[in-house]
Every structure is written in structure tokens, then in C-alpha cells.
């Protein structure tokens, strides 16, 4: 089913677009923005260790910076590869600690990345869109995120879940206390919070800077809209995201008056930097990995 949805979509995104326009639009690109813009980049990458950092020593686990970065891009090409980024979870299996306590760590990294990034997706609906049906649908999500991971981290759905892995009843408590150690730490859970808005306004500086280098003349605040296009091409409904990036990006474009082959242009820029070269990077680790072990 996803291998036809992403055919669906991405035959749709090709049918909207002009490819002699993408043409042009990358030809006459700000080279010098473009390469400026990469500077962000490890700059994201920090803020995303740092904070996985400060859930890891929550719990008593200490790694130096760049094991956790190397792992941290790892994860990054798994999630790349998976439904939702599900296969971030794999970051546990490339550090040399107990997973019942690790697991639960990526678990809430990700669960407040999501609740962080759908509230400024919401704001950047409201700024940006003059639609009623828009508002209520974000409302709606939110709500649904909301009582989807109540659920999810309440203690005796949790130990379903692991009974069906056939976890041992020791690893089950200790990963079923790991996550409500954290939840009930107000203050940790704060600091997280900050670190993932500092995380997303610097995605935004980016996408200023990219959208400046694509078109000199375009509104600055649709770069805003590139918060949108991360939370809905998240959703597992194509093969990483793609055509479901892509449309909302040309969608969002053309609703704002903004020409689609720039949204197009600006959304696989994005993409490339953010996620599809750190991943790649994050591959060769995996390959290093391997070859080492075998050395072993």
C-alpha cells in the first residue's frame, strides 16, 4: 500500500510541476546562501545530542559527545528508512548499556519532538493560513496526539506491549520505570522542551536562508511553512515521506501565492541537508561498525 501511495503522490507532485521552471529556479540559486545555510546543520545535529544527553544522564548514562553524535546519525539513516522514523529506536543497539533503559530514552526524545513541533506547526497555521477547517484539523491532531501517547505511556499498555516481545519481567520493570522516572521529572522534561524549540527555530533560520537563496523576492514567513511540511511528511502514509513532502510543499506554496516549483525546490533542498546527507554519513558509520566488529 505505501509502495502505491508514494507512486500516487509523487505521479501527482510531477503532473503540478513544471520541470523546466525547477530548472531554473536551482540554476539561479544563491550559491553562497546555499553553502552558508550548510553551517546549521552540525548545529542541529548538537542540539539533538545534547538533548538525547541530558535524557541519558537522567537515568545514570554518560557517553562523550561524539560517540553520541556518530549514534545519533545512525539513528537518523534508520529513521530514515522506516515508517515514521520508527527505526531511530535502533541508536540502543550502537551504545554499550542496558536497553530497557536506553529504549525509553529515544521513546520521550521523540515524543517531545513531536508534541514541540506540532504546537509550532499549529502556530505557523494560524499565522500563515486564513483557514477555519485548517484550525480545527491541527486542533484535532494535536488532541490526537495528546491522548494517543497517554495511552501509550500508561503503565499497563506498556507492559502488554513488552509481554507481547517476550521480554524478560526484569528488563519489562526496568524499561516501565525508566519511562515514568523521566515522565515525572517536570523539570527535565522543561529543558527538553526548550532544546527542541531551539532545535526548530534554527530549522527555520535554514529554511529563511534557502528560500532567500531560491527566490531573492519570496515572503520571508512562508519558510514558516517548512514546519508543516516535517510534521505531515512524518506521517507513515508513503516510503520516507516522499511525494507526501513534496505535495504539501507545493500545496503550501501556491496556497500562499508563492510559485510551486520554489516549494518543491525549497522542500527537497531541506530534505537533503537535514536528513538525506547526515543519513547517508550516519550509513558509513554503520558499514565502520560493521567492519570493526569483524576485526574483533
Not at 530514552?105 to 494560524?126: P, Q, R, Y
Not at 497517554?150 to 524478560?168: G, T, V
Not at 525508566?178 to 527555530?201: E, M
Not at 522542500?267 to 554503520?286: E, K, R
Amino acid at each position: 500500500m505505501k509502495v502505491l501511495a508514494t507512486i500516487l503522490l509523487f505521479s501527482f507532485v510531477l503532473l503540478k510541476l513544471d520541470f523546466s521552471k525547477v530548472y531554473e529556479v536551482m540554476i539561479n540559486s544563491n550559491i553562497f546562501l546555499i553553502l552558508l545555510s550548510l553551517l546549521f546543520v552540525p548545529l542541529l545535529y548538537s542540539i539533538r545530542v545534547l538533548k538525547w544527553d541530558t535524557l541519558l544522564r537522567s537515568v545514570g548514562i554518560q557517553y562523550d559527545f561524539f560517540k553520541l553524535f556518530r549514534v545519533l546519525l545512525i539513528g537518523n539513516f534508520y529513521g530514515m528508512i522506516t515508517p515514521g522514523k520508527a527505526g531511530e529506536v535502533a541508536r540502543a543497539y550502537y551504545l554499550d548499556s542496558e536497553k530497557s533503559i536506553t529504549i525509553p530514552t529515544i521513546i520521550w526524545d521523540k515524543v517531545i519532538d513531536v508534541f514541540v513541533l506540532i504546537i509550532l506547526s499549529i502556530l505557523s497555521i494560524l499565522f500563515l493560513f486564513k483557514d477555519t477547517n485548517l484550525y480545527l484539523a491541527s486542533v484535532f491532531s494535536f488532541f490526537i496526539f495528546i491522548v494517543l501517547s497517554a495511552i501509550f505511556l500508561n503503565k499497563k499498555i506498556i507492559s502488554f506491549l513488552l509481554s507481547l516481545m517476550n521480554l524478560k519481567i526484569s528488563s519489562s520493570k526496568q524499561f516501565i520505570y525508566t519511562i515514568h522516572f523521566i515522565k515525572s521529572d517536570i523539570r527535565l522534561l522543561s529543558k527538553l522542551i526548550i532544546l527542541s524549540i531551539c532545535y526548530y527555530l534554527i530549522n527555520i533560520i535554514l529554511a529563511v536562508i534557502i528560500l532567500k537563496a531560491l527566490s531573492n523576492g519570496a515572503n520571508p514567513y512562508i519558510a514558516f511553512t517548512w514546519l508543516i511540511i516535517v510534521l505531515i511528511g512524518n506521517i507513515p502514509i508513503t516510503i520516507s515521506g516522499l511525494g507526501l513532502r513534496e505535495y504539501i510543499a507545493i500545496m503550501s506554496f501556491k496556497a500562499l501565492g508563492e510559485n510551486a516549483e520554489i516549494g518543491f525546490s525549497f522542500s527537497t533542498l531541506l530534505f537533503l541537508m537535514i536528513t538525506l546527507f547526515p543519513s547517508l554519513i550516519g550509513y558509513l558509520f554503520i558499514l565502520r561498525s560493521g567492519h570493526e566488529k569483524k576485526n574483533t
